[in-house]
């Protein structure tokens, strides 16, 4: 159905189903999950010391880097032939919520991503997270403002200023800190 606007009537464009997904060579999750999949075991192990499943925006992404975190810290291969393998030797290929662990880990593995840019975009997963964390920070400050009793507002305003500020930390590690921490 078209709408009239100031202009008068506008065309009807018809959404694709293409325009509903990400492409998952400009996917950064997808893209950190890839790399992850094809690097070698010491890089992984860099990569899962540091980013975390919640650092991922997309649920199956996040549940997806579990699984191939599991498989890291057990020394077995993580590439996708086994990390498909893992998540039906564990019970989550199953059903709906299993189809779309297998579509993130076709995307991931689909993405082009390079072993060698794991750090990068796991960086850049990370960087990501910090700028939604402070969407989060705002949503909640607006809701506290709704509803906490006042002698209540200003103790959750420090509790998130601390949760940010170690965020800040962190991606600062991360990008340049130690050899524990660092992804540079």
């Known amino acids: ?21 990400d492409d998952p ?36 992404y996040a549940e997806l880097y579990e699984a191939i975190t599991a498989q890291v810290d057990a020394d077995v291969p993580h590439d996708p032939a086994s ?12 059903g709906h919520r299993g189809a779309l662990l297998h579509r993130a880990l076709t995307q991931a593995t689909l993405s082009g991503a390079a072993a060698e840019f794991a750090g ?11 700028r939604r964390s402070y969407y989060a920070a705002a949503a ?22 601390r949760a940010q500020r170690a965020a800040s930390q962190r991606l600062s590690a991360v990008r340049v800190g130690s050899a524990e921490t660092s992804l540079s």
């Open 1 to 21: 159905m078209s709408t009239s606007g100031a202009g008068g009537e506008q065309p009807h464009e018809p959404v694709d189903v293409d325009d509903l997904v």
């Open 140 to 161: 909640s400050l607006a809701q506290a403002a709704a509803e906490l009793p006042e002698h209540e507002l200003f103790a959750h305003l420090v509790s998130i200023g």
């Open 25 to 60: 060579r400009t996917d950064i999750e997808a893209l950190a999950l890839g790399a992850l999949l094809w690097a070698p075991a010491a890089e992984a192990r860099r990569v899962t010391g540091v980013l975390t499943g919640a650092d991922f925006a997309r649920p199956m």
């Open 120 to 130: 990068h975009y796991a960086r850049a997963v990370i960087g990501a997270a910090y």
């Open 83 to 94: 990390t498909a393998a893992y998540l039906t030797q564990v019970g989550k290929a199953a």
